[in-house]
């Protein structure tokens, strides 16, 4: 094994490690690992960067396009359910229909595009028909799987592989050289799905399933026992103060779904809603973190407290850091950071427009450069310069602070009373410094000073807390405690069931950004005017509180708001509506036009006019001149990430080539099955490739065996193209886990899906279309000597 051998395997084993642990993203690592290659000499500049000029990934990005096109012009939407209607009312008859369409469109539109295309329509028939969606929608999925390997452009994995043979010096595969076999293959693993198949599929019964009223969502959600009522007294300290300075909603994680007042009740109140005695607040959510929240008002304010005061002062230490661009903290909110476990310190305040936002800071996402207020012990404090996230750290004199920060005015003390039900709880429960911004400085317990307290620390009766906030936030807790509960909910409020307040069943589009954000950090009441009453994961409601989930591709999410703001959702290419609002059916008069120009790209590749990838752009120029879909559009339906993903693991397959890495590994299959012909080890580099599609994406995966798969048929004396179909198929089939491809995590959510699902029906699936490919090789792709 040359130095060259090892330093390329070498970066293709850590690649390998950080694509399975998704410590970094795909497209990242892709991207180290072409620099890697470079700045290690295994590859110049210029294979560098071909594989953003490779013509596989420009058919990958304009094939994006004309799928857009197609959808936006409502051709795709106008087959679907067309088809759709074929089905009747009878299971078989539908998983038949469903995956049958799913297969012919996906063979010639995006896969991801088309499972997200007919999400909805399957849904919608899930509930027309009374058939559980969990019998139907993954069966869509793998349609569009096996519909990709139908032909050249049917999914990535095919490209890179005729992409391949063209850099090994071979002829590229034709258009539909995929449809012999891929054709068959799909055929067999539709009537596998619909005749066993199906027995293996969950039969998960939701309320979804059967009709769409809002009483079946917020059974579904388990909204029902999660509402209740607040009354505010007459005379509350809560009087006059708005909504948001009462901090209801944030402090609890409450939804304000209506104010009651003088008779009349208006629905997902303003925040600057001024509240007065009398008034009536519905409210959706977990009563027991209301409860919890309000035994805070027992504290009492100590109103001699300087000498507590001084005592910590000598102990804890403000400064002032800058956040370098490295920092793992960049992008996060404040809350997530945890300064307080990462650093050992608090952070006070963070510099916005010039000055020092003290308030409201646990959603704050901090950026790079961004100066960040910070206080803890002395010893704390000075070793902030030895981490790399911070640079220039200030320290702060007690007159600064006071001239800048008004710190003197912003610290209290408070005692707990010796019966209070805050005695044996920890201070992390509390949630204080989320929502009030209160930081418990120290802790004053039996002559004993404890400074700068973790969040593990336990309370006792009598103790004496200092506290850094605005003492009239107290007040506010005092008026939660004055709140009178009524969880028995009078019938005449049907402000769920109003054309004012609706429900809607939505999921996210596999192309969205929003996924991996948490909940608080998006803020739908700011973004979009409506609420997020509850999200259905992996078959089970997540009654943990929002703010702090991160929202996953397949979420099914329950939305809450008038009607009008729901349904502009139906636009928003975020999102997914699963649930009918009387949404305006897509424009369909350029659905001709769109059509006849998928067919001319078809067309002048089948009649050797233009190679697949200058007919692909070119069509997806005159999907945007002849008005099918504007710019912003297309380049909103490309998935760069996939295409970054690509073009940066070109360049390894190949270093793989020149270095010798290819052959190294080559010889080691050859080692263990070259004895046994060239068909077990094509049998064995298609199962390795199956198996590595649970763990590497399937784009990634093609650029590594590639060129082992064209050094091993070599070392064969065979031509590789048997092979290469064989990778291609193997790649393509990804149907073991919901991981394996974006089409499966689509349908988890809305079908109510568990990991062990997708292996009892995918694994099956799998052995049938390698047996069946396995059969049809020999016959459909003989080998031929080299």
């Excluded at 809560?238 to 609890?252: C, N, Q």
């Excluded at 919890?292 to 001699?304: F, G, H, M, P, Y």
């Excluded at 506290?467 to 936030?473: F, K, M, N, T």
């Excluded at 609706?502 to 929003?514: E, F, Q």
């Amino acid at each position: 094994m040359t130095p060259d051998i090892l330093l390329v395997l070498g970066i293709l084993v850590v690649s390998l490690i950080l694509f399975i642990s998704e410590v970094i993203r795909m497209d990242v690592v892709a991207l180290l690992v072409l620099g890697s290659l470079y700045i290690a000499q295994q590859i110049d500049v210029n294979q560098a960067f071909a594989g953003f000029s490779n013509t596989a990934v420009i058919t990958v990005w304009a094939m994006f396009i004309l799928s857009e096109g197609l959808t936006r012009t409502g051709i795709a939407d106008i087959i679907g359910r067309q088809v759709m209607r074929l089905g009747g009312n009878s299971e078989v008859t539908l998983i038949f229909v469903i995956m049958v369409t799913g297969a012919v469109l996906s063979a010639f539109m995006n896969n991801i595009g088309v499972a997200a295309l007919m999400l909805p329509v399957v849904v919608e028939v899930a509930r027309r028909t009374g058939v559980a969606a969990s019998r139907l929608l993954m069966p869509l999925a793998y349609s569009t799987l096996l519909g990709g390997l139908m032909t050249l452009i049917g999914t990535p994995p095919n490209l890179l592989i005729s992409e391949s043979l063209v850099l090994g010096g071979y002829e590229p595969f034709a258009l539909f050289d995929f449809t012999p076999l891929g054709g068959v293959v799909m055929i067999i693993g539709v009537l596998f799905v619909v005749i066993g198949g199906r027995f293996l599929l969950p039969k998960i019964e939701s309320p979804r399933d059967k009709h769409v009223s809002q009483r079946s969502l917020r059974a579904q959600y388990k909204l029902q026992e999660r509402t209740f009522m607040l009354h505010v007294p007459m005379h509350s300290v809560l009087v006059g103060k708005t909504l948001a300075e009462t901090r209801i909603g944030a402090s609890t994680g409450l939804i304000i779904l209506s104010l009651l007042r003088d008779g009349r009740n208006e629905t997902l109140p303003r925040r600057q809603t001024v509240i007065r005695g009398g008034d009536g607040l519905l409210v959706q959510g977990r009563i027991d973190q209301f409860r919890e929240l309000r035994r805070w008002s027992d504290l009492l304010i100590e109103r001699e407290s300087s000498v507590l005061k001084s005592m910590v002062a000598s102990k804890v230490v403000y400064a002032s850091v800058v956040i370098t661009e490295g920092s793992a903290t960049v992008s996060e909110l404040i809350r997530h950071v945890a300064f307080r476990t990462r650093f050992d310190v608090a952070v006070v305040g963070i510099m916005r427009k010039g000055q020092y936002r003290l308030t409201n800071l646990a959603y704050v996402p901090i950026k790079a450069g961004d100066r960040v207020l910070v206080q803890g012990e002395s010893e704390s404090i000075a070793q902030l310069e030895k981490f790399s996230d911070f640079q220039d750290v200030q320290l702060y004199s007690p007159e600064q602070l006071h001239e800048t920060h008004q710190t003197d005015e912003r610290m209290f003390v408070v005692k707990i009373p010796k019966d209070s039900d805050l005695a044996g709880e920890t201070l992390k429960k509390s949630r204080l410094a989320d929502v009030f911004d209160f930081r418990v400085l120290a802790i004053f317990r039996d002559g004993e000073l404890m400074t700068m307290p973790r969040g593990d620390e336990v309370l006792l009766g009598r103790d004496l807390l200092l506290i850094e906030g605005q003492q009239s936030d107290l007040n506010v807790l005092r008026g939660m405690q004055e709140l009178e509960i009524d969880t028995k909910v009078p019938g005449n409020l049907g402000s769920l069931e109003s054309e004012r307040l609706t429900l809607m069943d939505a999921t996210l589009d596999p192309r969205t950004s929003l996924a991996g954000k948490t909940v608080g950090e998006l803020n739908f009441r700011e973004r979009y005017g409506i609420e997020l009453a509850g999200i259905w994961r992996e078959g089970e409601t997540i009654s943990t509180e929002f703010a702090d989930e991160r929202l996953q591709i397949g979420d099914a999410l329950l939305l809450l708001g008038p009607r009008d703001r729901l349904q502009l959702l139906s636009s928003d290419s975020d999102f997914l509506v699963l649930t009918p609002l009387g949404q305006k059916p897509p424009d369909t008069r350029r659905a001709p036009l769109a059509a006849l120009i998928m067919a001319a790209v078809i067309g002048s590749v089948m009649l050797g006019y233009a190679p697949i990838s200058i007919a692909a752009v070119i069509g997806g120029t005159i999907m945007v001149l002849s008005g099918c879909l504007n710019m912003e559009q297309a380049y909103r339906s490309i998935d760069w990430r996939a295409i970054f993903l690509i073009a940066g693991m070109l360049p390894l397959g190949t270093a793989m080539q020149e270095s010798g890495a290819a052959t190294y590994l080559a010889n080691q299959v050859m080692t263990l099955l070259g004895d046994a012909g060239p068909w077990p080890v094509i049998m064995g580099l298609y199962i390795l490739t199956a198996m590595a599609t649970m763990i590497i994406p399937t784009a990634a995966l093609v650029v590594l065996m590639s060129p082992i798969v064209l050094s091993a048929m070599s070392d064969m004396g065979v031509q590789p193209e048997t092979a290469m179909m064989a990778v291609a198929m193997a790649a393509s089939a990804s149907f073991t886990s919901p991981i394996s491809h974006p089409a499966n995590i689509l349908v988890m959510g809305p079908g109510g899906y568990r990991f062990v699902d997708y292996l009892k029906v995918g694994v099956p699936l799998t052995i049938v279309v390698f047996i069946a490919v396995m059969v049809l090789l020999p016959i459909l792709w003989p080998l031929v000597p080299a």
